[in-house]
């Protein structure tokens, strides 16, 4: 099992910053993806962007260019830095993790960008 805590959502401005993280706790052997995404009210779960082991990272195409994730030196947590936000990015934040062949959640964070 692995457990994931999300923090550093709250209300901006448009054009103004936040940065998320995420740290997981439990089994968190093997974990080969972190990624964050985003559900806006009546809309679906979408992917903001997603980082490999590796390190490669990976996009959605209405975040690129101002959203970074990154992950921690003990790889064991995930940042997702977000600029010149919109009032479209208005949205709950989640984190995800990918383990061998299972998806883990963490609660959501509500980020809310004002026009």
């Known amino acids: 099992q692995v457990q994931l805590v999300e923090s550093g959502g709250g209300l901006v401005q448009a054009g103004g910053s936040l940065r998320l993280s995420c740290a997981a706790s439990?089994?968190?052997?093997?974990?080969?993806?972190m990624a964050w995404y985003r559900q806006a009210p009546g809309k679906q779960r979408e992917l903001v962007a997603s980082i490999i082991t590796g390190g490669r990272a990976n996009y959605a195409d209405s975040v690129k260019g101002r959203f970074t994730i990154s992950r921690g030196s003990a790889k064991n947590t995930v940042y997702l830095q977000m600029n010149s936000l919109k009032p479209e990015d208005t949205a709950v934040y989640y984190c995800n993790a990918h383990q061998l062949s299972t998806d883990y959640w963490g609660q959501g964070t509500q980020v809310t960008v004002s026009s």
């Open positions: 439990g089994s968190i052997f093997s974990i080969n993806t």
